[in-house]
């Protein structure tokens, strides 16, 4: 019986060097990501997860290796250029214009798609029936929510976007146990609809929870990966590298 082969990779990171001056930031770090895959890239503070993401949406220019979007080139491109072929970024500390009201700050993600009026209101309504709170905060401020709303209103932001792959920094930084468990409801719903997700996460046993694959840096280079759930059940590497 004939094997069925693996999908080609939406995202393909290979042998990727960065620096900041004269420190070298990445070694050599390679990952994929196929379509529907939600995978996680984990380790502690300053081994390279946030550089890795940044990296692939065109915030930090690599000085070796390469990256492919559904095997097109992409490095060293300028992150509006990233992001126009299908990507959505959930930054680390959410990133919302304060000035704008909650519902401008949404439509920002859809400013692509402006032209579908229809569609782009059918949308907002899906994102104001996941996020009640947000419903009930439409007209306020974005600079006024708690942390835990500004992270919900980053990702129904990207969720606009309609985008093929989502990047999200650190979802559960600075959020109450109450909210990271409600961002990740909301990422585990993204999950069953099929949605392609790349996320860098310092909460190993959340990330872990949620992927289907996971990469483990430590000082900017790649130490192991796998399956999430082989990972989530090896002591010794929850000992060494997941701060377990």
Known sequence: MASIAAPAPLLAVRDLDVHYGAVQALFGVSLQVRPGEVVAVLGGNACGKSTTLKTVLGLVKPTAGSIHLRGEPIHGQAPADVIAQGVASVPEGRRVFPEMSVQENLLMGAWPRRADRAEVAADLARVFDSFPRLAERRRQLAGTLSGGEQQMLA??????????????DEPSMGL?????????????????AGQTIL?????????????????????GQLVTQGTAADLAADAAVRRAYLGA
Do not use: T
């Open 155 to 168: 990702l129904g932001r990207a969720w606009l976007r309609r985008a093929q792959l989502v990047c999200i």
């Open 176 to 192: 109450s146990p109450k909210f990271v468990d409600s961002v990740y409801e909301i990422l585990f719903r993204w999950k069953a």
């Open 199 to 219: 996320l860098v996460e310092q909460n190993a046993r959340m990330a872990l929870e949620l992927a289907d694959r996971a990469y483990v840096l430590q000082h």
